[in-house]
C-alpha cells in the first residue's frame, strides 16, 4: 500500500522567509498529487495538483507555488511569507484514477 | 461558487448511541461523495464513499445515505465510541481530478 512522507512535521518561520515543504510518495506510481491548506478549525482548501512530472494546477491565487520535480514528490514553496499562511498543510495523493484520496500526517506552519 | 456545506459544526453524543451527521452539497452534477475523519494534529482519513447510483452505503458501525432529491448526504456511526471523537468532512468530487470538501463537524463523545 502507498504511503506519503512529509516533512517537516511542524516549522515555525518568520514572515518574509522563504518556505519549502515536501511531500513524497512510495508505493505507487502515477499519483495524482494534491496540496491543500486548512485553517485552524476550517475546512480543506485545494492550493494545487498535479497529473503528472512538471504539471501543476494552481487553485487560488496567492504567494504560494508548486514543483513536481519527480513522479512521487511535490513541493510547496514560497518566497516570501505571509502571516496568513499560517496553517496545517496537508499533501494528498489518488491513484488509478480513483476519486478516494489519501492523505500524509501534514505540516504545521506558523509565520510570526 | 457551489460548495459542500455542513448543517451543524458540533455534535455531542453520549458513548454507545448513534451518530448523524449531515452534509448538504449544491452541485447536482456531482457523482461521488466521500466521508472523512480527522483526528486532531492528523491527515484525514477515509471513512466510507458512495457513488449517486447509490442511496446507502454500509461499512463497519458507518452508514453513508444519499438523498439526490434534496442535495443531501448523511452519515450514520452506530454506537459510537470515545475514539469516534473527530472532525468529520464530507466531500464530493468536481470534477476528475478534484474534491470539494465541506467545513466540517466536530464529534464529541460523552463517556
Known amino acids: 500500500s502507498q504511503t506519503i512522507h512529509q516533512w517537516p512535521a511542524t516549522l515555525v518561520q518568520p514572515v518574509g522567509s522563504p518556505l519549502s515543504l515536501e511531500c513524497t510518495v512510495e508505493?505507487?506510481?502515477?499519483?495524482?498529487l494534491y496540496w491543500y491548506r486548512q485553517a485552524a478549525g476550517r475546512g480543506l482548501q485545494l492550493l494545487f495538483y498535479s497529473v503528472g512530472i512538471g504539471q501543476i494546477s494552481s487553485e487560488v491565487p496567492q504567494n504560494l507555488s508548486a514543483s513536481r520535480p519527480q513522479d512521487r514528490q511535490f513541493i510547496l514553496s514560497s518566497k516570501k511569507l505571509l502571516l496568513s499562511d499560517s496553517g496545517f498543510y496537508l499533501c494528498?495523493?489518488?491513484?488509478?484514477?480513483?476519486?478516494?484520496?489519501?492523505f500524509g500526517p501534514g505540516t504545521r506552519l506558523t509565520v510570526t | 461558487g457551489e460548495s459542500v456545506g455542513l448543517h451543524l459544526p458540533t455534535l455531542s453524543v453520549q458513548e454507545g448511541d448513534n451518530s448523524i451527521i449531515n452534509c448538504a452539497y449544491s452541485n447536482s452534477a456531482s457523482d461521488y461523495f466521500i466521508w472523512y475523519k480527522q483526528e486532531s494534529g492528523k491527515g484525514p482519513q477515509f471513512i466510507i464513499d458512495?457513488?449517486?447510483?447509490?442511496d446507502k452505503r454500509q461499512g463497519q458501525r458507518v452508514t453513508v445515505l444519499l438523498n439526490k432529491t434534496v442535495k443531501h448526504l448523511s452519515l450514520q456511526i452506530a454506537a459510537t465510541q470515545p475514539g469516534d471523537s473527530a472532525v468529520y468532512f464530507c466531500?464530493?468530487?468536481?470534477?476528475?481530478?478534484?474534491?470539494?470538501f465541506g467545513a466540517g463537524t466536530t464529534v464529541t463523545v460523552r463517556a
Open positions: 458512495i457513488r449517486s447510483n447509490m
Open positions: 508505493g505507487t506510481s502515477n499519483p495524482n
Open positions: 466531500a464530493e468530487n468536481t470534477n476528475d481530478y478534484k474534491l470539494s
Open positions: 494528498a495523493i489518488t491513484i488509478g484514477g480513483n476519486y478516494e484520496q489519501y
